[in-house]
């Protein structure tokens, strides 16, 4: 596929590129790059990463420990790279590397969110106990959950595992110095709601209890709403189908070959039988995306554009049952927080 480059964006792309390029520190963000030939889609996964990691009151460090969780769960070597650099960057060098070795975090508090973080993939096995955050940060930690059950998969499904050439990432002395380069950046507050004009308009599907009058809160229903779209690309028994594993799915992660498809998968014909497979293995297994797969789909799908719709389509199916699953024990935030609304249609 050939996405827009920072070079060649103009419009809607060339903003939302220039605010991550202000505001993450970095100039060009391959996983916002592969969404770039559906605006509306890379519009809204750019709003949840933003207002749910980055900006507002909740501490960096503990939502980095989160998407840090949530990616080694989701077996994402990207956005692990990625999000141990980012650790680096908030300054405790110790705990990235206590993470990315395996190790339990020493503080108590930074040991309970990678715990929830990680529970977060399997439903239900975040269990009983209340989540580890307070409640007026609910909004921050659980859509940093769920904005990166999102960007695993379409990391996963469409780049590479490298982040740097070489494998570079792999050098503890390379994440270090990558995350003193992004230090400044990654340790400002950076005040909620400046994504959302870049929504084209209001979502049409509510917003989340856990998130409601807050910029997450609606940055998560417009992601639903756009990603959610790709559906329409499958036939009725197709997307049946696909609806209907992902929610039988318990969070293992599927046998290895393919035969765990053929039952999904048995009943469909022409584009639909590709379509399901692909939605379905970005949903429950993306870093077993291949070639033959993608090329499949392209038969009768040759747009790079729905390519990206049917990988998000799949990837919200996932995160809407990860959201099922733990919205019960998550905190209701204390009263509505002002936020920049997106402009009318």
Known sequence: ?????????????????GQATTDFGLARMPVLMTLSPVPGLLAATWALLRESLVAGPASRTGREVVALGVSMANRCPYCVAAHTTLLHATGDHRLAEDISRGDTPADPGHAA???????????????????????????????????????????????????????????RLVRNLSGRVLARTVRRRLPAGESL?????????????WAAGT?????????REAAGAGGALLGERARAAVLETVGAWDGEHPAMGGGWLDGPSADLTGSDLPGARLALLTALAPYRVTDADVAAWRVTHPDDADLVRLIAYGAITAVEGVEASIRRDLPEPSGTRSRTAPPSP
């Open 1 to 17: 596929m050939t996405p827009v480059t920072p070079e060649a964006a103009t419009g809607r792309i060339a903003a939302v590129y």
């Open 113 to 171: 969110l990678l715990g929830w973080a990680t529970a977060t993939r399997t439903p239900g096995a975040a269990g009983p106990e209340p989540a580890p955050f307070p409640a007026e940060h609910t909004a921050e930690y659980a859509g940093t959950a769920l904005t990166f059950h999102f960007i695993n998969r379409i990391a996963s499904a469409l780049l590479t595992d490298s982040m740097l050439p070489g494998r570079l990432q792999d050098s």
């Open 197 to 209: 004009p870049f929504l084209a308009e209001p979502p049409a599907l509510p917003e989340p209890v």
């Open 215 to 223: 910029p997450v809160g609606t940055a998560f229903a417009a992601l």
